[in-house]
């Protein structure tokens, strides 16, 4: 067994958003407003019952989004999110069976980790994820724990979601073993829910000029 590496797809998008979606309606206005300002990746989160609809829209429809699913917790989630279209898996702790879906269906998988036990019970599947999520990022105790947790695991990169934002951007993209970072800061629920799709567009293109400043 083995999953396909997720560092292609943190190289290419180094913010990957984190959507909440109440209607599939908004999905395909959502994504093009995320393009529009520069963001090429969605994780859209299993949280709502139009979720995977929103996928399934997405990425038919908007193709130039890479679509993936996140808050996957059990397999059949997982296999679901695929069927609809989902390039990647983003799940909020560490799932074997979860794994195995999608070694399957041969999708990126970044699992969620809190710990070094959680590291470690990833890496023993031996199945090449090298990448996880660290999750919920700053509640856990931020980048010191990430360049703690580098120190035994140094093969490991990590993905913080949880806390990210415009204004500690430059902190986390700086370090090293973090190829990209989790947040919903220019995707929110309410500017969804308003119809704001500007405000995303303009968010996301704030976000990438802020990612090319970190790292030019």
């Not at 292609?8 to 300002?37: C, S």
Request: a neutral charge; glycine letters at 10%.
């Amino acid at each position: 067994m083995h999953i396909p590496s997720a560092m292609p797809l943190l190289k290419e998008n180094p913010i990957v958003p984190v959507v909440v979606l109440d209607r599939v309606e908004d999905a395909v206005p959502t994504a093009r407003a995320l393009l529009a300002g520069g963001i090429k990746s969605a994780e859209v989160t299993l949280r709502t019952e139009a979720a995977l609809g929103c996928i399934g829209a997405i990425a038919r429809e908007v193709p130039e989004i890479t679509v993936g699913a996140g808050t996957v917790i059990n397999r059949e989630q997982a296999e679901a999110a695929v069927a609809e279209g989902a390039k990647f898996l983003v799940s909020p702790g560490t799932s074997k069976k979860i794994a195995k879906a999608a070694d399957k269906a041969q999708v990126p998988l970044l699992p969620g980790i809190a710990n070094p036990t959680d590291i470690m019970e990833v890496l023993s599947w031996g199945w090449g994820l090298e990448v996880v999520k660290f999750f919920p990022a700053v509640p856990l105790g931020g980048l010191p724990v990430v360049k703690a947790f580098a120190g035994p695991f140094p093969q490991v990169k990590f993905m913080p979601t949880g806390g990210i934002n415009l204004d500690n951007l430059a902190e986390w993209l700086s370090a090293p073993m973090i190829p990209a970072v989790g947040g919903s800061w220019m995707v929110s629920g309410k500017l969804v829910a308003e119809g704001n799709f500007d405000e995303i567009t303009r968010l996301s293109r704030e976000a990438m000029e802020k990612v090319k400043e970190i790292r030019q």
